[in-house]
């Protein structure tokens, strides 16, 4: 930041009119804002607001952004535009196999504040096409259609101009005001209520809290809040996961039958199948007659890979590292990922079409079946079944966060041979 921005906190003259040196910054900073390509700063021909009132919590298009600044005036100290691109956001490269790369991509992400790293997760959830969607898809209309003077702003509501988003458009801006709307006032910097819910979800699963567990942990937490602040957090665990739910990554239930003959899916998937064609055993438990849902004897939950696999082109951390195959090069003659075994170059001969495009995803699968409850009780075999992306390289292809839990068989017992029978859905996401 060269420039004097001092006019951004002198709107009025001596007589109480609007300078023209704070209408001509205005419309530089509109500029500049607006001139943004990275849909973290400006997305569908909005920007957030800074004003005194919006505190760059909202998302506006230009006219009402301008309105907002020359009636309300800017935030105090927002001098540098770092909500709207002028700070540029870290970038962390692995550009060779080593120590040294996965150290600087370690150093280079303890450096990037937690709450960009919730933004770039919310922009890679939605993915880029979201953004180049047609208006009429997500109700927002388009800011530049409207021509009228600056001086019409104060004779017309823009709140009758602009529509709010709609569907896929608005659950997102929602996750993205969570994502910068401070957990209460005067709190730490970059504590968020997207931040502290995603903390709370974490907790629940590494020290596997019960549900009722963690609403009470919840409940007896907001009544350090004031109700203000309360109002903005949700007030249990199915709001929370509700509202973490658009982040995407969601999962598939599938009945099965109780001896792994076939899985309802397909053509067995509606309930009017009410037991096995193979060796007739029923599909549902007995249970009450006013059930309000059957109760399936077995069932198997399947992550769909395909969202997961576009996730890892749609993240900038990722994306550079799916086509690193191509340039593998094996000097020591040793073996240090599958791209340098001979199985990789005779199935790039054998289909060279494939071979050709290199931004094709190689998949290794594997599954094991362990007992869940200890060795000392009861025999119960669970099976899930694991998807790695041999696109990466070794620094990466065999870390947790890049092996896909795919399958999830249920027990008690092996599915042994009929294994292929829970396979399904996750072959035929691959055809």
């Known amino acids: 930041m060269g420039e004097d921005r001092s006019w951004m906190y002198r709107r009025r003259d001596e007589m109480g009119y609007w300078k023209n040196e704070f209408n001509a910054g205005v419309e530089i900073f509109l500029d500049f804002a607006f001139s943004q390509t990275d849909p973290m700063f400006c997305a569908m021909n909005m ?7 919006c505190w760059n919590r909202e998302w506006h298009h230009r006219r009402r952004v301008q309105s907002h600044l020359i009636t309300n005036g800017f935030m105090d100290g927002y001098f540098i535009w770092k909500r709207h691109g002028e700070i540029i956001h870290r970038k962390w490269r692995c550009t060779q196999v080593g120590e040294s790369s996965s150290a600087a991509a370690a150093a280079a992400m303890n450096n990037v504040p937690s709450v960009d790293r919730l933004r770039d997760m919310l922009h890679d959830a939605i993915g880029p096409n979201f953004f180049n969607n047609e208006n009429s898809a997500t109700g927002v209309e388009d800011a530049t259609q409207f021509d009228a003077s600056f001086d019409d702003l104060y004779g017309v509501s823009t709140e009758s101009i602009f529509e709010e988003p709609r569907g896929d458009a608005k659950e997102f801006f929602d996750l993205l005001r969570a994502a910068d709307t401070p957990l209460f006032d005067g709190c730490d910097d970059g504590v968020t209520v997207l931040k502290w819910v995603c903390e709370l979800m974490s907790a629940k699963t590494l020290f596997n809290m019960s549900v009722t567990n963690w609403d009470y942990v919840l409940k007896h937490s907001l009544m350090a809040f004031k109700k203000v602040d309360r109002e903005k957090l949700p007030p249990d ?5 509700k509202m973490l739910r ?3 990554l969601g999962y598939k239930k599938y009945d099965v039958c109780v001896n792994n003959c076939i899985l309802y899916y397909g053509e067995y998937e509606s309930q009017c199948y009410l037991q096995c ?15 309000a849902k059957p109760i399936p004897r077995k069932s198997l939950w399947y992550l769909p890979i395909i969202p997961r696999l576009q996730r890892l082109y749609t993240s900038r951390k990722t994306t550079e590292h799916m ?3 191509l340039n593998c090069y094996n000097e020591n003659e040793k073996m240090f990922h599958p791209a340098c075994g001979e199985a990789w ?3 790039d001969s054998t289909h060279p079409e494939f071979a050709s495009e290199p931004r094709n995803v190689r998949l290794g699968l594997c599954t094991d079946g362990f007992t869940l409850f200890g060795h000392s009780a009861s025999l119960y075999s669970c099976w899930p079944v694991f998807v790695s992306v041999y696109n990466l390289p070794p620094t990466m292809c065999m870390k947790q ?3 896909f839990l795919s399958l999830i068989i249920q027990g008690p017992q092996s599915p042994g041979k009929n294994i292929d029978v829970m396979l399904r859905p996750l072959i035929d996401d691959l055809k």
């Open 246 to 248: 658009h982040l995407g």
């Open 277 to 291: 064609p193979v060796c007739e055993e029923p599909r549902f438990k007995q249970c009450d007659v006013h059930s």
């Open 323 to 325: 086509t690193w195959h």
């Open 237 to 241: 665990y199915y709001s929370a996961k």
């Open 401 to 403: 966060e890049y092996v």
């Open 345 to 347: 170059k005779h199935f």
């Open 47 to 53: 920007i957030r607001c800074p004003c005194s009132k």
